[in-house]
């Protein structure tokens, strides 16, 4: 098209020169050729522009990291007029990663006609990914001028991570904490007198700050579920690759741990994490909702429910995982790498 106009351009200039330099009648009528046949098509590329319009779908809302995404762009010629060229542009930011420019060319569409474009984009991080048609344009006869046309178009994706069988050493830790009474959970809190012996974690500080005289101790009751708490800081986040690797880990065992308990025990599993300044826990049911745990994680979403900050070194007597990946029962090294 740049060329076109270059030429245009050019053919102009000459047709003046000559225009001054002679007076022929031949000549005044080529340049009005020139000057009328461009303008009479930038008229018609009017009603096109109007008549177009151009839609972006995604095919899934989350994607694993490495899976193919595929792109719909519908565009549809609604005027009485064919579109000779539609010119597409689409954005693919990811986290991690440099923006992803798509470009696609739309020839030759009649009159009441619909053509899709279908584009495959994947990412390599996980995190929330956006999809954006950013340009959408029509072309005139000649190819000399564009006009862009309605358009709706961006899609949020959210990059999840690659969950993978966990190692034989976890289902044997596993195995063996079910057998030794290990898949019940520090539960609900009663108070009790503080005894020899006691650890000072478990003194309920803030009943003393209240006015009490004796110290008490928090004392929890044996419930029927399994915790996992994920202890990573915000700047984990910060270092895509340790991130992905991290997450890699964490919900391969939030999905071994719901299926099994799912199908044989018959006890609830829940996560425990830091958002913020703030600890949650979110109980999870399934495969599927640990797919919509990690998705709302990711894009720092609220989901589940807050928790009480004295709880941490009780979480940590049970499964816990650290930056590092390693997974650990209390502190029994389960898994590292």
Known sequence: MIRRRLCCLLLLAA?????????????????????????????????MSLGCRAYLAADREAVMRGEILEAKVTVENRGALPVPRVLLELYWNVPGEREAK????????????????????????????????ARARVCDYLGLFSLPVRKKGRAEICITPVVTPV????????????????GEREG??????????DSLHRVYWKLMARGGDDLQVRD???????????????????????WDRYLDRAVSFLYFLAEECRQTIQISVEVVWRQGNALFRCAILDGDAVQ???????????????????EIPLLEQGWHMEE????YFGEQCVYEE
């Open 292 to 310: 919509a745990w990690a998705c709302a994680l990711l894009r720092e979403a609220a989901v589940g429910t807050a928790l009480l900050e004295e």
């Open 188 to 197: 609900d809190m009663l108070l009790r007198d503080f005894q020899p012996g």
């Open 220 to 242: 929890f009751e044996r419930s029927s579920s399994v915790s996992l708490f994920l202890h990573f800081s915000d700047e984990l986040k910060t270092r895509p690759d340790v």
């Open 102 to 133: 798509v470009r696609k060319w739309l020839n030759c569409m009649g009159m009441r006609e619909k053509e899709i474009f279908v584009s495959e984009v994947s990412a390599m991080h996980c995190g929330q990914a956006s999809l954006e048609l």
């Open 167 to 182: 190692a034989s050493t976890v289902e044997a830790a596993y195995s063996q904490t079910l057998q030794g009474g290990g």
């Open 324 to 327: 590092d990946c390693r997974l």
């Open 15 to 47: 047709g003046g020169y000559f225009i001054m330099l002679y007076d022929f009648q031949g000549l005044r009528f080529l340049f009005g050729c020139v000057i009328c046949i461009p303008l009479v098509s930038f008229l018609f590329l009017i009603p």
